[in-house]
């Protein structure tokens, strides 16, 4: 009986934090907004403004210096062009730039004086590019563009020189080894399939981080932590706050969880090839590692608003660092280690090689399993954080009782010398 009586005492426990939690999350309004709110509007912003998946009609300025008819004929098939759009006419280089920078255009095409010359001598003629790295999607369309323009009017060159009596000829000539461009895991080419799968882990990640902060730096200035277990049950009780503590934001996450990989790629008909067995199977330990990093992570809120900071400063570092936003064999071995301390590194690659690229859980191994080994190395460092606040907050409470007690009986021995007098 004393053994069903110790298991039930410490679920009461338990589910005595994880009621405090949960009232914790629904009264307090920064709580709520990171942990509920945020999860829920901001990948609907965030997928509505990447919906388009492609940019169209760029804006451009032109700088023909050479006036001649292979440029006005280089301009015409630029602005014929789906991607980009002929805004203007500047007179030389430095004009150009003060459009661009002002964002009244996004790049310049610059075609130099002895550009109908050297392509009516035969020679090789240039035309220089300046583009607004500023958005790699503005860039991809005005480069882009210009590629595909000069290998068409080249091609019409060679064309004209051949002496060619056909058409399949004329294609040899200007084509003589054809090859077929495939694009695979992203046939539309565009920027919401391919990056909008790692914002949506990272997002999880990144505002259960924000929800623990900012309860943990609450729970400090009040000085909450001495109320959780009785003061007998310092070293024993640690494991029923962290497992009532990661009980409640794992049930608020994992409503979270299927909203963001489940119901916002339908909505804007996002690429999604995982199969919801998998996808169970991936969210489980990656909710579990994240739940138990975001209270270690706590332990570094002395204030509501550090958290904040932090992760603000760390979210766009940790996007590049997954591997998808930025090739993974370019990234530093140093960096790389850095990104192993992070769930969201492999949470991320596992979620866009099942969802996008179509594979399996065998596929994922690797990622699943260290996710694992991160819920179950960040749990024990929960704890020894837990624990360590604990111990430091009831040694305050015990102190400022000292000083109450010292004194009150300093009062009464002044009250008890004037009764005698």
């Avoid at 071995?333 to 399996?360: C, D, E, I, Y």
Wanted: charged share 15%; net charge positive.
């Amino acid at each position: 009986m004393s053994i069903f009586h110790n298991i039930y005492e410490r679920l009461e426990d338990a589910a005595y934090v994880w009621r405090q939690e949960i009232k914790q999350v629904f009264r307090d309004e920064g709580v709520l907004i990171f942990c509920i709110i945020v999860p829920l509007v901001y990948p609907l912003l965030y997928s509505w403004i990447y919906n388009n998946e492609v940019v169209h009609e760029v804006p451009v300025v032109i700088v023909d210096q050479s006036h001649s008819q292979q440029s006005r004929q280089f301009i015409r098939m630029i602005d014929a062009s789906p991607d980009v759009r002929v805004l203007s006419y500047a007179e030389d280089l430095d004009d150009a730039q003060s459009l661009v920078s002002r964002q009244v255009a996004k790049g310049v095409y610059l075609i130099p004086a002895d550009f109908g010359a050297r392509l009516n001598k035969m020679q090789q003629a240039v035309v220089s590019v300046y583009c607004d790295m500023s958005l790699m999607l503005t860039y991809k369309a005005i480069y882009q563009t210009a590629v595909a323009v000069t290998q068409t009017m080249g091609a019409e060159i060679q064309t004209k020189l051949s002496g060619n009596y056909t058409a399949r000829e004329d294609l040899i000539t200007t084509r003589p080894l054809d090859f077929a461009d495939v694009p695979i895991f992203n046939p539309a080419g565009g920027y919401g399939n391919f990056i909008i799968p790692a914002v949506l882990m990272l997002i999880l990640q990144q505002t259960l981080v924000l929800g623990i902060g900012l309860a943990a730096g609450t729970a400090r200035e009040r000085n909450r932590y001495s109320d959780l277990v009785p003061i007998h049950k310092c070293y024993d009780g640690i494991y029923r706050v962290v497992c009532g503590k990661a009980l409640c934001y794992l049930m608020v996450y994992a409503v979270m969880a299927a909203y963001l990989t489940l119901v916002v790629p339908r909505i804007f008909s996002f690429l999604t090839l995982i199969h919801w067995q998998d996808l169970l199977a991936l969210m489980v330990p990656y909710l579990l590692a994240c739940v138990f990093f975001g209270m270690t992570v706590s332990c570094l809120v002395r204030y509501r608003e550090n958290v904040m900071l932090l992760v603000v400063f760390i979210s766009v570092p940790l996007l590049f660092m997954t591997g998808v936003s930025w090739p993974q064999s370019s990234i530093p071995g140093v960096w790389q280690g850095v990104s192993w301390l992070f769930p969201s590194t492999f949470g991320v690659r596992a979620f866009a090689r099942m969802n996008t690229m179509g594979g399996t859980l065998s596929d994922v191994l690797p990622e699943i399993r260290y996710l694992w080994i991160h819920a179950a190395a960040y749990f024990g460092t929960a704890c020894l954080v837990y624990g360590h606040q604990l111990r430091v907050s009831r040694r305050h409470v015990q102190e400022r009782l000292d000083y109450l007690r010292k004194k009150r009986e300093v009062r009464q021995r002044l009250k008890a010398v004037q009764v005698r007098h």
